[in-house]
């Protein structure tokens, strides 16, 4: 199954987002959970 070019790095960059996102999450609350 081949994946137009731009949808391809749409997906790419949507998981890339949400990998960046979800650690920095958890990093804030766990700060605000230590004060």
Do not use: R
């Not at 391809?8 to 766990?30: E, G």
Request: aromatic fraction near 2%.
């Amino acid at each position: 199954m081949v994946l137009h070019p731009v949808l391809s790095i749409l997906m790419m960059a949507k998981h890339m987002i949400i990998n960046v996102k979800m650690p920095s999450f958890l990093a804030v609350s766990i700060i605000q959970n230590e004060h």
